[in-house]
């Protein structure tokens, strides 16, 4: 390509000629100069354009901000919402925790100094040697979740620990653990002896405690009465049914004072000593039979 310049102070025209490769270069960079104005334009109006005292400019980046600053709004309002509600849900699962730690300390017996659930528990330390940060929205998203999940699985372990206990405390209650009557003394054992009427050796399937007429009879343990009358050899009887094939009998009753389906309380008082039935004097028979088979009651009344 040549370029021939003319000018009046020339006395004649001046050519230049131009290779392929200069012509090329030269439109490159008029093509690329543009390209860099607009790079230039843009790089003032993003990082310096607040600090050019042009209201245009001014008002761009106010509104630029605003749109962020209303973004950033957005996005806190959203987390701390969705962190709110698993905070309200941490704070019921607490209080649930205190209430089953309450049960769980009245049914084993612990009183509230050893476990004050209204006390927060101490903590310290030195102060670490590393450097301290501020936490992430991220990370204490994920803090809050963690903790939700070791609520939730404490929560059901310590569920299962009371029902655990509870079945123990109604085990208890039901087991015929309590002295039948409040006096009195053992007449006769469990086990072979002399039958007072045959004088023959005879296996008592019981223990006698001899005691006046009219004394109380309690019940040895909690459970329902599933009979109450006359029956031969025992006279007037009573049989409590404690539930997994144990059962108690209260025999030579004066009087009957517990009905068939009753649920009776351990030491309620379910009728009075007598001497009905095959009885040589007042005294009550009292018999633990384990799906049929007569148990030794003092192993049960030992337990109390």
């Known amino acids: 390509m040549n370029i021939i310049l003319v000018s009046g102070k020339l006395a004649k025209g001046k050519t230049v000629a131009l290779s392929h490769t200069q012509v090329m270069t030269l439109g490159m960079a008029l093509l690329a100069f543009p ?20 209201p245009y400019l001014q008002s761009l980046v106010l509104s630029a901000q605003r749109t962020e600053a209303a973004k950033s709004q957005v996005y806190l309002r959203e987390n701390l919402s969705a962190m709110a509600v698993k905070l309200g849900q941490m704070q019921a699962q607490v209080l649930r925790l ?24 101490g903590q310290g330390g030195a102060e670490s040697s590393l450097p301290a940060r501020d936490m992430t929205l991220s990370e204490f998203g994920h803090q809050l979740d963690d903790l939700m999940k ?4 404490r929560s059901d372990q310590l569920g299962l620990m009371e029902s655990v206990l509870v079945q123990q405390q109604a085990k208890k209650v039901a087991m015929p653990s309590a002295r039948p009557v409040s006096v009195g003394w053992y007449s006769s054992n469990f086990g072979y002896r002399i039958d007072p009427f045959t004088g023959q050796k ?20 909690g459970g ?18 404690h539930g997994n094939g144990l059962i108690s009998r209260y025999a030579h009753a004066s009087k009957v ?28 028979h009292f018999e633990v039979r384990l799906r049929g088979a007569p148990q030794n009651p003092e192993h049960y009344l030992q337990q109390s």
């Open 257 to 284: 004072l517990a009905k068939v389906g009753d649920v009776v309380m351990k030491g309620q008082k379910i009728g009075e000593v007598g001497t009905t039935g095959r009885s040589t004097g007042p005294h009550l």
């Open 150 to 153: 070791k609520l939730d699985d």
């Open 224 to 241: 329902i009465v599933v009979y109450a009358d006359t029956y031969a050899g025992y006279g007037n009887m009573i049989e409590i049914d």
């Open 35 to 54: 390209l860099l104005l607009a790079m230039a334009f843009t790089y003032l109006l993003l990082f310096h354009a607040a600090d050019i005292p042009h």
């Open 202 to 221: 005879a296996f008592h399937e019981g223990v006698d405690f001899v005691a006046d007429s009219g004394t109380a009879i309690h019940a040895a343990g």
């Open 98 to 121: 205190d209430s089953l730690g309450e049960r769980l300390a009245t049914l084993t017996g612990m009183g509230k100094q050893e476990f004050n659930f209204d006390k927060k528990p």
